[in-house]
């Protein structure tokens, strides 16, 4: 069973930066979209950050300016660089993704991490 595998996570200063992967576990065929959600104690859900397969990205108001997301193909990785964090920021972060298990399918499915925390306090 193919997973997605996230790391990078972890308590930062207000100000600071860190960086999230996420790979799936085993080798596919190929990738679509991949992004980036987070969710905070008693809230929704919600898209941070997406990424195309052309490389077209999509952002969320809040993070425009100070995040990066970013992909490796022949890694089959995501990456979010996270800058100038702020407490709100703080969040359990989730990878998501279309993948083609392999070239007999014509299909993709979505996948989910099983999330990372990022904490952001002084």
């Known amino acids: 069973q193919v997973q997605l595998v996230e790391s990078g996570g972890g308590l930062v200063q207000p100000g600071g930066s860190l960086r999230l992967s996420c790979a799936p576990s085993a080798s596919i065929f190929s990738i679509g979209f991949m992004g980036w959600y987070r969710q905070a104690p008693g809230k929704q859900r919600e898209l941070v950050a997406a990424?195309?397969?052309?490389?077209?990205?999509n952002y969320a108001d809040s993070v425009k300016g100070r995040f990066t997301i970013s992909r490796d193909n022949a890694k089959n990785t995501v990456y979010l660089q996270m800058n100038s964090l702020k407490p709100e920021d703080t969040a359990v972060y989730y990878c998501n993704a279309d993948l083609r298990l392999d070239s007999r399918n014509t299909y993709y499915n979505s996948y989910w991490g099983q999330g990372t925390q990022v904490t952001v306090s002084s």
């Open positions: 990424i195309a397969s052309t490389g077209s990205t």
